[in-house]
């Protein structure tokens, strides 16, 4: 089991960039492929990206390609997100999420484990 913790959140204007961490408790990270979800309110759970165990692949959404980078250091236990560019339409919680396979998914009920989420705000 994973325990998922986000962080780095916030407001920012229209055009500006967001780094998002995803810290977590457990000695088997590098055995898990991870993934970011978001969640505009009123919609369901929206797949942004994923990224392999060993960080050699990644998948994005076509919403955020180009835009955004996830990444991950196992020796830390930490999946990051860069979100560069951001757009009002990026607005949600972003949730940080574990599958217990070394291949990412971009279907959001493949995931295992999630972390309590954490709010980016755009504003124009």
């Known amino acids: 089991q994973v325990q998922l913790v986000e962080s780095g959140g916030g407001l920012v204007q229209a055009g500006g960039s967001l780094r998002l961490s995803c810290a977590a408790a457990g000695r088997t990270f590098s055995s898990y492929a991870m993934g970011w979800v978001r969640q505009a309110p009123g919609k369901e759970r929206e797949f942004v990206a994923g990224?392999?165990?060993?960080?050699?692949?990644?998948n994005y959404a076509d919403s955020v390609k180009g835009r955004f980078t996830i990444s991950r250091d196992n020796a830390k236990n930490t999946v990051y997100l860069q979100m560069n560019s951001l757009k009002r339409e990026d607005t949600a919680v972003y949730y940080c999420?574990?599958?217990?396979?070394?291949?990412?998914?971009?279907?959001?009920?493949?995931?295992?484990?999630w972390g309590q989420g954490t709010q980016v705000t755009v504003s124009s």
């Open positions: 990224i392999s165990w060993s960080g050699g692949n990644t």
């Open positions: 999420a574990a599958r217990r396979t070394l291949s990412a998914s971009t279907v959001t009920y493949d995931y295992d484990y």
